[in-house]
């Protein structure tokens, strides 16, 4: 079965810090991970996905992941973190074909201090 | 991408009663997905829903309990039933566009039993 860690339940950085959240995955073939970003009382906002090729990505919002297959993870970094930036951050997996569905990992907060 | 909406935004029911939430896209997409996500947790999917035949659903969750409706390629809904106060969530639907490998939210049904 599929499934999503994200060891960081909360994480505090100062604005201008730069930001490392971190994603292990466990999948039984190539995995499609994702993360996404929920604002307070908002639904989830696609930051940016993995599929195949490259696996340094740019996403939106000046976010970028790693995929790394030998240590089963993606995690997500940016260089410089604004405090709009506060929110709840989700990993997640998913496949090819009817295993579009995603399993989302439990998330980590992100809280940025002035 | 795909813009989608939900109704309600939130609602407050009583125990014991029913609620429908409704999902729409602006436009027409072969899988749409419906998510739970219980406070301060992370999300879990409810089911599948398929045009023009029966909703699949994922273990632990029963099509007496949340009978999922897909009339067309553009709406859903889900309905909450029975309800008690552990089904107190933000329930979301999701919708993969043109590629099979993004999925997009829409912004959630806040949902509280009392």
């Known amino acids: 079965a599929q499934s999503v860690t994200q060891p960081d339940i909360h994480i505090t950085v100062s604005e201008g810090a730069s930001l490392e959240l971190r994603c292990n995955y466990s999948?039984?073939?190539?995995?499609?991970l994702f993360w996404y970003v929920q604002s307070p009382g908002q639904g989830l906002q696609l930051l940016l996905k993995y599929f195949s090729g490259d696996t340094l990505v740019q996403g939106i919002k000046g976010f970028e992941a790693e995929f790394k297959r030998s240590q089963s993870s993606f995690n997500l970094r940016k260089p410089s973190v604004h405090w709009s930036d506060a929110a709840e951050y989700f990993c997640a997996v998913g496949g090819s074909g009817t295993a579009s569905k995603l399993t989302f990992g439990t998330g980590t907060r992100l809280q940025v201090t002035l | 991408s795909a813009v989608i909406s939900q109704k309600p935004s939130r609602d407050i029911c009583q125990r014991g009663t029913s609620l429908t939430i409704q999902c729409q896209v602006d436009s027409q997409v072969t899988m749409m997905f419906w998510y739970r996500q219980q406070p301060g947790q992370s999300l879990t999917l409810i089911a599948t829903a398929n045009q023009g035949s029966e909703a699949t659903y994922e273990s632990g969750f029963v099509i007496d309990k949340f009978p999922i409706s897909r009339p067309n390629l553009t709406f859903s809904t889900l309905t909450v039933s029975n309800m008690s106060p552990e089904d107190s969530s933000i329930y979301l639907c999701?919708?993969?566009?043109?590629?099979?490998?993004?999925?997009?939210f829409g912004p959630g049904t806040r949902l509280t039993v009392t």
């Open positions: 999948y039984g073939a190539t995995p499609y």
């Open positions: 999701s919708v993969v566009p043109g590629s099979i490998y993004e999925q997009y």
